[in-house]
T-cell receptor
């Protein structure tokens, strides 16, 4: 699977937007970009995924660069409950096993 | 509705013993996955089932690890002759299908400690 690169940690203040970057320069044309997050002492939780176009759902937005070599997960208003490790994962067309890296630890402060 | 459940939530065993970890997927989900997570690391893929058959077991570390899903629903991960290095959180996930756009729903995990 193609590799992703994320910062180890980021900090945000509550009620402010958060932009979590992910680089995937070796992405192939059939790779889907998935984001999962893992809250402390819980299993991972699906956040959002996309292929080429930007995507929005109730949890977040996903902005995908035109060349698809990078993407950004956007939390519009961070809350304390958003403090988690966020994983950016590429899934090859027809693939299904998730390859987690070390992700980005997001800290949210009052 | 009910999510993915895993039992037990915690398991402490002695080196050399046999353990079984159970996963109940979301009803109707045909795909079931096992991952394990060591402290400070992201989850690591072990095996996945499509229906009753193991479609990809490339992540199983050695032949002490085995998993079954006899009726295409509940799955059991079996570890023989446990070693201290097997200590980790074992996570189960299920999904409607196996396409790249299918989201996986994870259970809370079983924390295995081998003394």
């Amino acid at each position: 699977d193609a590799k992703t690169t994320q910062p180890n940690s980021m900090e945000s203040n509550e009620e402010e937007p958060v932009h979590l970057p992910c680089n995937h320069s070796t992405i192939s044309g059939t790779d889907y970009i998935h984001w999962y997050r893992q809250l402390p002492s819980q299993g991972p939780e699906y956040v959002i995924h996309g292929l080429t176009s930007n995507v929005n759902n109730r949890m977040a937005s996903l902005a995908i660069a035109e060349d698809r070599k990078s993407s950004t997960l956007i939390l519009h208003r961070a809350t304390l409950r958003d403090a988690a490790v966020y994983y950016c994962i590429l899934l090859t067309g027809g693939g299904n096993k998730l390859t987690f890296g070390t992700g980005t630890q997001l800290k949210v402060e009052l | 509705g009910a999510g993915v459940s895993q039992t037990p939530s915690n398991k402490v065993t002695e080196k050399g013993k046999y353990v079984e970890l159970r996963c109940d997927p979301i009803s109707g989900h045909t795909a079931l996955y096992w991952y394990r997570q060591s402290l400070g690391q992201g989850p690591e893929f072990l095996i996945y089932f499509q229906g009753t058959g193991a479609a990809d077991d490339s992540g199983l570390p050695n032949d002490r690890f085995f998993a079954v899903r006899p009726e295409g629903s509940v799955s059991t991960l079996k570890i023989q002759r446990t070693e201290r290095g097997d200590s980790a959180v074992y996570l189960c996930a299920s999904s409607l299908g196996v396409s790249s756009y299918n989201e996986q729903f994870f259970g809370p995990g079983t924390r295995l400690t081998v003394l």
